[in-house]
């Protein structure tokens, strides 16, 4: 079965930095699209991040408050696509999700704790 697995989460004060790792299950080269999406409590799931893998077209795409702060990408030979966060704000403070669009379908994964505090 298919899975993406994400891990990196964690508690940090405002202004740091963490980096977030989504890991598929199989080669990366079956999905189109890997996404990170984040929900924080009483919110809905929000669209974060996302970047193309099997794809002619190379396209990253961010929300406006991950712009300038947040940079998604990608290690092929670790089938990892990472979450580099900083500037860190409690607004930030979500559960992150990755997402992975693939061949054979959709998946989430587990979610990985983010908490920005003093």
Known sequence: QVQVAESGGGLVQPGGSLRLS????????????????????GKQRELVASITINSY????NYADFAQGRFTISRDDAKDTVYLQMNSLRPEDTAVYYCYGNGVRGNYWGQGTQVTVSS
């Not at 077209?57 to 990253?60: A, S, T």
């Open 22 to 41: 989504c890991v598929t299950s199989e080669t990366i080269f079956k999905f189109y699209t890997i996404a990170w999406h984040r929900q924080a409590p």
């Open 57 to 60: 077209e190379r396209k990253i």
